[in-house]
């Protein structure tokens, strides 16, 4: 069993910065890749970034420039730096990563940017 488990979710006003964690534990074999999706009050969940098990790192076109996924030594945590943050990114924010077994999701935090 593999478990994942974000954190660092919150309200921020408009302009203000976010860093989100993920943390995988348990039965952890090498991932392919992880990464992070969000999902909007009234919309479907949608792929934000993704970093693979060497490095290469893919951002929405909706999040460059702003948003940065990055990982720690280890391979078992990964981070979501969000700077500039708009309104538009309220959601909640789900980790997601890919072994040779399957597919693992988060159970989602949740990020408000609001004046």
């Known amino acids: 069993q593999v478990q994942l488990v974000e954190s660092g979710g919150g309200l921020v006003q408009p302009g203000g910065s976010l860093r989100l964690s993920c943390a995988a534990s348990?039965?952890?074999?090498?991932?392919?890749?992880m990464g992070w999706y969000r999902q909007a009050p009234g919309k479907t969940r949608e792929y934000v970034a993704s970093i693979t098990r060497i490095g290469t790192t893919n951002h929405a076109d909706f999040v460059k420039g702003r948003f940065t996924i990055s990982r720690d030594n280890a391979k078992t945590t990964i981070y979501l730096q969000m700077n500039s943050l708009k309104p538009e990114d309220t959601a909640v924010y789900y980790c997601h990563a890919r072994d040779l077994r399957g597919e693992y999701w988060g159970q989602g935090t949740q990020v408000a940017v609001s004046s």
């Open positions: 348990g039965s952890v074999f090498s991932f392919g890749a």
